[in-house]
């Protein structure tokens, strides 16, 4: 990853020296010519690390040092001064400079400065990073709001995990099965041991066996090392079938056979294994309708069956949505960064008079747009992001919302990359295609936005002939 660094100094000759010498060590580098220049850029674009000038016109490098840590308390600042004593130096380290040099400057010892204080932002990143993500899975481990609905749910998965008994978890799409199977498997007394998750939809039909039972090396063409199956991986835990109808009827015997037995073989060996795992399957089909079609073994179905719990879809607890809107708003701020998005009440109300066919996974699809297009701004109902992505051509501060005609993405970082793009697009289209105007507005570099551009493949559409 290329790191950016900022030059501060009110000398030219010293900004462009510097600047050369950092940009042939690969560095991205951004100058100021004044700690007020820096301040603006640096609310407007991330750097990894500050080269600081003390003595400069207007605020002095020490106030601009204070200012700095305002935006960003971690930011790493190397003061840089021709007329240094050691007061000032003591005063730049009290006030959180990362290190002190005095002019003129060595470039391999600012060079070593620079790359430390980088790696050492790096870490405190990914640090940072790090707890996001385990606040961020800590969030989907649990069911939000306090409707009767979801209490009713949270006391049945109370009662259920205290057994070692089959769960089968019904309702509709984007309801939370799976969050309620994490949550199951967390209060059972198998918490402590593997949860493994199969997305039966995901995995194709002639690999099922494979994945489902391991394989040794050679059991079958393109078996070149030996794997483990989930029923193997999961001994002693919790076995999680997503989608279980999915499974064929094939699979579905062999399932049920592991089950009554409590052993499994891998492909390609005759050994037995021992597997004592609690099944968990989740459904958003009519199971009964499944029977009917065939599709679903009688046997199969009354031996996942012995425990039910059905997830209320968001149409049946409305009064959760208020809770859940907070919840995930905040969970988007931690994962993207950034301030969360707030939602006035009168935006509440409209979005609890929508149907939410796709339920919490639309709702949370919906607030990570608006995070993406309106971070840490108020929604009210004049620059509202419609929840129907179908009717989502709205006005946003008098700009057309570039969520329409949005398609599905399979990921999180596919759907930055279309948000990304039409952003971009956007914002070029509204500077009529002047790059340097488009940079300047969006806090981007010129050179950035060219590759950004390049990579989209984004072309200015084409002026008619006179």
């Known amino acids: 990853m290329t790191s950016r660094i900022m030059i501060v100094d009110d000398e030219q000759a010293i900004r462009e020296s510097l600047q050369g010498l950092f940009e042939d060590e690969e560095y991205?580098?951004?100058?100021?010519?004044?700690?007020?220049?820096?301040?603006?850029?640096?609310?407007?674009?991330?750097?990894?690390?500050?080269?600081?000038?003390?003595?400069?016109?207007?605020?002095?490098?020490?106030?601009?040092?204070?200012?700095?840590?305002?935006?960003d308390a971690r930011l790493p600042v190397i003061m840089m001064s021709g007329h240094a004593t050691i007061d000032t130096a003591v005063r730049a380290t009290r006030q959180g400079a990362f290190d002190f040099v005095e002019k003129p400057v060595s470039f391999d010892r600012l060079a070593i400065l620079a790359r430390n204080a980088v790696q050492k932002r790096r870490l405190e990143q990914e640090n940072v990073d790090l707890k996001r993500q385990e606040q961020l899975q800590q969030s989907r481990q649990e069911l939000i709001g306090d409707s009767k609905a979801i209490d009713e749910v949270r006391t049945l998965i109370g009662r259920v995990a205290l057994s070692d008994s089959p769960v089968l978890i019904l309702g509709e799409h984007g309801t939370g099965k799976a969050v309620a199977a994490r949550l199951l498997h967390a209060s059972s007394r198998r918490k402590d041991s593997p949860f493994v998750e199969v997305n039966t939809a995901s995995v194709p039909p002639h690999m099922m066996d494979s994945e489902l039972f391991g394989h040794e090396k050679g059991a079958f063409s393109g078996a070149l090392h030996s794997q483990r199956g989930r029923f193997e991986v999961a001994h002693q835990g919790s076995l999680f079938f997503d989608e279980v109808t999915e499974l064929s009827l094939s699979a579905q015997a062999k399932v049920l056979r592991v089950m009554q037995e409590r052993s499994v073989q891998r492909l390609g060996n005759p050994g037995i294994l021992p597997c004592n795992v609690r099944l968990i399957a989740a459904s958003?089909?009519?199971?009964?309708?499944?029977?009917?079609?065939?599709?679903?073994?009688?046997?199969?179905?009354?031996?996942?069956?012995?425990?039910?719990?059905?997830?209320?879809?968001?149409?049946?607890?409305?009064?959760?949505?208020?809770?859940?809107?907070?919840?995930?708003?905040?969970?988007?701020?931690?994962?993207?960064?950034?301030?969360?998005?707030?939602?006035?009440?009168?935006?509440?109300?409209?979005l609890s008079a929508y149907h939410w066919p796709g339920n919490v996974r639309e709702l949370r699809n919906y607030i990570e747009r608006c995070h993406i297009l309106m971070p840490g701004e108020e929604m009210n109902p004049d620059n509202m992001l419609p929840p129907d992505q179908a009717g989502a051509?709205?006005?946003?501060?008098?700009q057309a919302s570039v969520v329409a005609d949005i398609p599905e993405a399979d990921s999180f970082h596919e759907a930055r990359e279309i948000f990304e793009r039409q952003f971009l697009l956007q914002q070029l289209e509204k500077h009529e295609w002047n790059i340097s105007r488009t940079a300047n507005d969006i806090g981007m570099e010129r050179s950035q936005l060219h590759r950004k551009i390049k990579s989209f493949g984004l072309t200015p559409p084409q002026k008619d002939a006179l």
């Open 28 to 71: 991205l580098v951004v100058c100021a010519a004044s700690g007020e220049e820096a301040i603006a850029r640096l609310r407007r674009q991330a750097v990894d690390c500050v080269l600081l000038d003390i003595w400069m016109p207007g605020i002095d490098g020490l106030e601009t040092l204070s200012r700095i840590h305002q935006i």
């Open 284 to 350: 958003a089909r009519d199971l009964e309708k499944a029977l009917a079609d065939e599709q679903l073994r009688e046997d199969f179905y009354y031996r996942l069956n012995v425990v039910s719990i059905r997830m209320p879809a968001l149409r049946e607890r409305l009064s959760d949505l208020p809770l859940l809107i907070e919840t995930l708003a905040g969970e988007q701020a931690r994962e993207l960064g950034g301030e969360p998005v707030q939602f006035t009440p009168e935006v509440v109300a409209e």
């Open 393 to 398: 051509q709205k006005q946003i501060n008098g």
